[in-house]
């Protein structure tokens, strides 16, 4: 087993982010369609068998592994299921919303005293810089297909706690519709009545006691981006080295993938490492 503590954080590997070929997708027991991902980041099925098959080879060497789920409402502020324009018909994923579209009427929550609410979540989301809120397919809903881990994924952890007769640590985040929930270190905009978006301290002192972190998952474009940023906010900079990103377990969200190469460059210069699955596998099996 391995010498010292090396942790695998994988985040949001999940149907509805992942590319999947027909044949994992199962049939809907009403319609006999097939189901489809929601939100799929090209790459992602690749990403996810890769990492599972560094799971399988290199499983003797991982102490832990930590794995954090997108867990939405089907009512969510990113989703289009909470907004209308200002004729009150329907909106497209993928429009972005300003504060000073709601100011002028161009959208609206469905909900109309939800108002007051939405326009101090989109002002503070602005002031904080990160982002620019986006208006997501309905995705990762609790209890849906999409909602579930990648299978060949999910096989691959069930063989490392067998293995290791160790339980395979989930973080849910996202639960919260009136924000963004990105990163599983925050909210975008936490909630001072909600400790679930507040910072969670109890993962970053797990996190913390690892000598190796490595991290992958989807999308390297928004949720690892975020995640990540966090983790470095609240970790020593002298153990920032001790964080790896996987980049080719790591795929981002189509039009945005510049913002997946700058975070990688930035954390880098922060002193992260960048490795690749095989780079991995190789530190793992040494350490057995």
Same mark, same amino acid.
């Given at each position: 087993? !391995? *010498?010292?503590?090396?942790?695998?954080?994988?985040?949001?590997?999940?149907?509805?982010?992942?590319?999947?070929?027909?044949?994992?997708?199962?049939?809907?027991? &009403?319609?006999?369609?097939?189901?489809?991902?929601?939100?799929?980041?090209?790459?992602?099925?690749? =990403?996810?068998?890769?990492?599972?098959? &560094?799971? =399988?080879?290199?499983?003797?060497?991982?102490?832990?592994?930590?794995?954090?789920?997108?867990?939405?409402?089907?009512? %969510?502020? !990113?989703?289009?299921?909470?907004?209308? %324009?200002?004729?009150?018909?329907?909106? +497209?994923?993928?429009?972005?919303?300003?504060?000073? %579209?709601?100011? +002028?009427?161009?959208?609206?929550?469905?909900? +109309?005293?939800?108002?007051?609410?939405?326009?101090?979540?989109?002002?503070?989301?602005?002031?904080?810089?990160?982002?620019?809120?986006?208006?997501?397919?309905?995705?990762?809903?609790?209890?849906?297909?999409? @909602?579930?881990?990648?299978? =060949?994924?999910?096989?691959?952890?069930?063989?490392?706690?067998? *293995?290791?007769?160790?339980? $395979?640590?989930?973080?849910?985040?996202?639960?919260?519709?009136?924000?963004?929930?990105?990163?599983?270190?925050?909210?975008?905009?936490?909630?001072? !009545?909600?400790?679930?978006?507040?910072?969670?301290?109890?993962?970053?002192?797990?996190?913390?006691?690892?000598?190796?972190?490595?991290?992958?998952?989807?999308?390297?474009?928004?949720?690892?981006?975020?995640?990540?940023?966090?983790?470095?906010?609240?970790?020593?900079?002298? %153990?920032? @080295?001790?964080?790896?990103?996987?980049?080719?377990?790591?795929?981002?969200?189509?039009?945005?993938? $510049?913002?997946?190469?700058?975070?990688?460059?930035?954390?880098?210069?922060?002193?992260?490492?960048?490795?690749?699955?095989?780079?991995?596998?190789?530190?793992?099996?040494?350490?057995?």
């Amino acid at each position: 087993m !391995a *010498q010292s503590r090396l942790h695998l954080l994988i985040i949001d590997p999940q149907n509805d982010f992942c590319d999947l070929p027909a044949a994992y997708c199962p049939p809907d027991p &009403l319609s006999g369609l097939p189901m489809t991902p929601a939100l799929p980041v090209t790459g992602a099925h690749a =990403d996810m068998q890769r990492l599972a098959a &560094l799971i =399988d080879a290199g499983r003797a060497g991982l102490s832990e592994i930590t794995v954090t789920l997108d867990s939405h409402q089907h009512l %969510d502020i !990113a989703h289009p299921t909470f907004w209308c %324009d200002a004729s009150g018909a329907a909106i +497209a994923p993928f429009t972005p919303i300003t504060a000073a %579209d709601v100011y +002028a009427g161009k959208f609206q929550p469905r909900l +109309a005293e939800a108002q007051g609410r939405v326009l101090a979540y989109l002002d503070a989301l602005e002031a904080a810089g990160r982002y620019t809120h986006m208006v997501w397919p309905v995705h990762c809903e609790i209890g849906t297909w999409g @909602h579930n881990i990648h299978h =060949d994924l999910r096989l691959a952890l069930n063989r490392w706690e067998e *293995q290791r007769l160790a339980i $395979v640590g989930k973080v849910v985040k996202g639960t919260n519709p009136w924000t963004e929930h990105f990163s599983a270190i925050m909210a975008e905009v936490p909630d001072s !009545a909600d400790v679930s978006t507040q910072l969670n301290a109890e993962l970053i002192a797990q996190l913390q006691r690892a000598d190796r972190l490595y991290i992958a998952g989807e999308a390297g474009s928004h949720c690892v981006k975020a995640t990540v940023e966090h983790i470095v906010d609240n970790f020593e900079h002298a %153990d920032l @080295h001790k964080l790896v990103l996987i980049e080719d377990c790591i795929s981002p969200v189509g039009g945005f993938e $510049v913002n997946q190469a700058e975070f990688l460059s930035s954390m880098r210069a922060r002193g992260l490492q960048i490795a690749r699955a095989s780079d991995v596998l190789a530190e793992l099996q040494a350490d057995i």
